[in-house]
């Protein structure tokens, strides 16, 4: 009777904390400043207890469960924590930004409003740090309100409807004719296989599909949660609390058609949820410890590297406190996607500065030219996740799928 209670309130335990530390942040927002300080140990703690409530006994199904995202968002809200409550000056009582100029006793404190609420929000719930129009709530019209709650719903539905029409078709195919050594460390290489040509050991057609398919499925998984719960979150403040207009809410990914080269997969097609605030504390690190001049070229890379270095260390987290395994794949995963960025960069100038002068730099400018580039280009990303995803993700899937074997022999 006790573990059947028990199990919904740890599963729910992470999130309860979670949204805990929002509202005390929200809480902590209508003081004046000087007191935000106070309020930032017990609001990270609770956002870390958050963190460290989230483990491998109460994981969701998958390789990469919902709980992955839960720990990342919880490493992300510690890390912006201080910038909100400490560094940055955010108010919401009129004449209080200045911390050295004594508050009226009325003004200790602003009584909650459906305005201050929502500037609140704004502040600790916006971790892409985008310019708002307008301050204050929402104020769209309901025709316009119902088109945005149309379309949200529209655009989820189709993501919804690819991923059980097709995307989980082709899963559960390649998955009955997978078994475990399918996803053991020798099947991880693949230049080497195909140079070697092991006749004990053959590349079969079926380790090819079920590699492509590993090489986007990771991606594919990203776009359907994410999107999922940003187009509910959009509907519940935009329609429901009014707290936000529908040009608030931007898209979180990009155009596909743009990720043709590793660098704008990352940097145009890619979600930035969390870029800017691994920007921030790169910017920390190169300017304080580094002591690099402000956008050098030294800087700008040392920026770039923190980013995936941060990404890969809330990734390589996250795996450790759901139980994935293998956490330091997470960041070789991303430090080998700088590498392969650089790479790109110094390729790209070197082929410009090789042909600027020459009878060749018109090609540069041809729109077909281009377009075969391009399409060259998506061959590339393609072939470059073909190569690294397996090393990052194979192993994972391996663990997942003894942890199955296992729990299914107990029954």
Aim: hydrophobic share 50%; aromatic share 14%.
């Amino acid at each position: 009777m006790s573990s059947s209670i028990s199990f919904p309130y740890e599963s729910l335990k992470p999130s309860l904390l979670f949204v805990a530390a929002g509202l005390l942040t929200t809480i902590a927002l209508h003081f004046p400043t000087k007191h935000h300080r106070y309020f930032l140990p017990p609001t990270w703690l609770l956002t870390a207890w958050s963190l460290a409530s989230t483990d491998s006994d109460h994981t969701s199904e998958g390789p990469i469960g919902l709980d992955s995202y839960t720990a990342i968002t919880c490493i992300i809200y510690m890390l912006i924590l201080p910038r909100i409550l400490f560094f940055e000056q955010y108010s919401l009582i009129p004449g209080a930004v200045d911390p050295n100029k004594p508050a009226k006793l009325n003004s200790f404190i602003i009584r909650p409003t459906r305005s201050s609420l929502s500037a609140a929000f704004r502040i600790w719930n916006n971790p892409r740090q985008l310019s708002f129009r307008r301050a204050g709530p929402g104020s769209a019209p309901w025709p316009e309100l119902l088109k945005f709650t149309l379309y949200r719903i529209f655009k989820v539905g189709i993501i919804i409807l690819i991923d059980r029409v097709l995307v989980q078709k082709i899963r559960a195919y390649l998955t009955a004719d997978s078994t475990l050594f399918d996803f053991t460390a020798d099947k991880e290489p693949i230049l080497r296989r195909v140079i070697e040509q092991d006749e004990d050991d053959p590349i079969t057609q079926h380790q090819l599909v079920l590699r492509a398919f590993m090489s986007v499925a990771w991606i594919w998984a990203n776009i359907l949660i994410l999107e999922s719960y940003h187009a509910v979150l959009s509907v519940f403040f935009v329609v429901v609390l009014r707290f936000d207009d529908p040009e608030d809410w931007l898209p979180l990914f990009g155009s596909v058609a743009e990720a043709w080269t590793v660098k704008r997969f990352w940097g145009r097609f890619w979600h930035r949820i969390a870029t800017p605030t691994f920007a921030t504390w790169a910017r920390v690190v190169s300017r304080r410890v580094l002591k690099l001049d402000p956008g050098s070229e030294f800087e700008k890379t040392a920026v770039a590297f923190g980013i995936f270095l941060l990404s890969g260390l809330a990734h390589a987290a996250a795996a450790w406190r759901v139980g994935q395994g293998d956490a330091h794949r997470d960041l070789l995963f991303f430090c080998a996607n700088f590498v392969v960025v650089g790479v790109e960069i110094l390729v790209a100038g070197l082929v410009r500065g090789t042909v600027r002068k020459t009878r060749y730099a018109a090609l540069l400018r041809d729109r077909r030219l281009r377009i075969a580039g391009r399409a060259l280009g998506y061959v590339w990303v393609f072939a470059w996740f073909f190569w690294a995803t397996p090393r990052w993700m194979y192993s994972k899937t391996l663990r997942w799928s003894l942890k199955q074997v296992l729990l299914q022999s107990r029954v």
